[in-house]
């Protein structure tokens, strides 16, 4: 059988689409610039555990730390405090999770090229540099799986926002922490984004913060860790594309999924489980046009349910931004007062906000966040 996809970028979720088409009976090449999938980790590596079983991610041989809820700080420091008593979210190994998921693509036949960077793509051609050597590829379809800084996606979009990305820096540093919950920060030293402590046991944590993209993050994350006693260890910098669902990502034989298709919480910057989401409707969608000559122009069609959901991230993130420190202080303590911890603890949802936006508009206790909702909503 010819060669007939190529997967450009090998992280979870271009393995995931290289594994399902394999699986669907197609040829299927996947192309990964590195010498090694899962170097460098450019993630905070906090998933949901609802968000993983419900994809099917094994996650056993990559958890670091089981995760139990979340504090919530405003600029002032009051602090909301969200806990459950079963694991909600696990710390994860990034190098080991992709690597689990290399050898389960393996398995199944997938031929994975390593040093291998795609340089364009034209019509059935492929254009790559493999171990600093120009190459040519026959194929028939290309799925661009290549992340936050897609080259792939230049090839679909006419025009690529700059504003469309946080920017962001993360450490791991030794210290005293919590390790059941995570902890979020919000004030104008992280303007558009948030910052965080993603504890992995009780002396080490992933400590880090994104920003709109006019600000420098470095400069952030100095004020917020100023009054830290800790020690770190090392560091990563890396964008995150935060925006609403774009339609534009599928031109003629090139279909975007994951991160280079904008495909991530625009409330959290979380891309694996929405883009393995994405991943199994790409895959679908190639299948379907195979087999039964469906138009690949059904890709968007077929993401309507996660479109949906990452609209409603969209809209959450649009209305914090809007908010200056004094109306974040306001709105926690507002959260606080009408019982929304306890309702978050029953209620929340990490990647589908859409089940409980709507519980917390039908609550009594919670109308005095209305304006809140009501944007949310209708905006």
Not at 90 to 108: C, G, N, P, Q
Request: aromatic share 8%; proline share 3%; charged share 30%.
């Amino acid at each position: 059988m010819e060669k007939m996809i190529t997967v450009v970028g090998a992280g979870p979720i271009g393995l995931r689409t290289a594994t399902g088409l394999k699986e669907e009976g197609w040829e299927v090449t996947l192309l990964e610039e590195h010498e090694e999938i899962g170097v460098p980790a450019n993630c905070s590596g906090l998933l949901s555990v609802s968000g993983l079983e419900r994809n099917k991610i094994d996650f056993s041989d990559s958890t670091v730390n089981e995760i139990y809820g979340a504090k919530i700080f405003s600029p002032d420091k009051t602090a909301m405090a969200i806990r459950r008593k079963k694991p909600v979210a696990v710390v994860i190994d990034r190098a080991e999770l992709d690597k689990s998921l290399e050898k389960k693509a393996e398995k199944k036949g997938v031929e994975i090229r390593k040093n291998t960077r795609m340089i364009d793509s034209r019509k059935d051609t492929i254009f790559v540099q493999h171990e600093k050597r120009g190459e040519m590829l026959k194929t028939r379809f290309v799925v661009g799986a290549d992340g936050a800084a897609s080259k792939t996606r230049r090839l679909v979009m006419e025009k690529i926002d700059p504003k469309a990305f946080v920017r962001t820096l993360q450490v791991t540093a030794k210290g005293s922490f919590d390790k059941d919950l995570v902890e979020i920060y919000f004030g104008d030293f992280c303007k558009g984004f948030f910052a965080w402590v993603i504890p992995e046991n009780k002396t080490k944590a992933r400590i880090g913060l994104g920003v709109s993209g006019q600000y420098n993050a470095r400069d952030s994350f100095n004020k917020f860790v100023k009054d830290m006693e800790i020690e770190v260890l090392n560091e990563s910098a890396f964008v995150i594309p935060i925006t609403k669902p774009v339609k534009e990502i599928q031109k003629e034989n090139i279909l975007l999924v994951g991160d280079a298709a904008y495909q991530t919480k625009a409330t959290t910057g979380g891309g694996i489980i929405t883009g393995s989401v994405a991943a199994d409707i790409a895959v679908k969608t190639i299948s379907n046009h195979l087999k039964h000559k469906k138009p690949l122009t059904d890709y968007w069609k077929n993401l309507a349910p996660l479109n949906k959901e990452l609209e409603l991230h969209w809209k959450v993130r649009k209305y914090l931004n809007s908010l200056n420190e004094k109306k974040y202080n306001s709105l926690v303590k507002k959260m606080i007062k009408s019982g929304m911890e306890e309702f978050l603890e029953k209620h929340g949802d990490m990647d589908f906000p859409s089940k409980f936006v709507n519980k917390m508009m039908l609550s009594p206790s919670k109308w005095g966040l209305l304006p809140m909702g009501l944007r949310l909503m209708f905006s």
